[in-house]
């Protein structure tokens, strides 16, 4: 039932994003471009999804668990240090180049475009560097 559950979840995400227009690395771009070509749709979008997200908490928080899960797994760590500042400035400057999030080009790959596989591998690939990076430090420190 939790995998069910998981395929219509992404199917509702992949499904507002692709009306939403946020499938089009332009959209986000020209959100971007407040000189230019300025396009507010993608704040309309987040927008929505904050009243939903708000609502939707206020909801799954008078539960006792979660539906499809023994407990709710809600991150206990408040530290904004580095690793969280260079992370999220990461991401916003990938996302500021590329026009896409990842949750974003994971349904723009059904377009077929050769720039959305090439972001997700770069974002693969991403990972898989961080944690080559995370491993060699943690090597020298225990030495």
Known sequence: MKLIFALVTGLVFGTGIAISGMMDPAKVL?????AGTWDPSLAFVMGGALVVTFFGYRLAWKRDAPLFGGRFQVPTGTDIDMKLVGGSALFGIGWGIAGFCPGAAIPALGTGRWEVAL???AVVAG???RRLV???SSAKAAQ
């Open 30 to 34: 020209n959100f971007f471009d407040l």
């Open 127 to 129: 990972f898989y560097v």
């Open 119 to 121: 972001f997700l591998v």
């Open 134 to 136: 995370s491993s060699v």
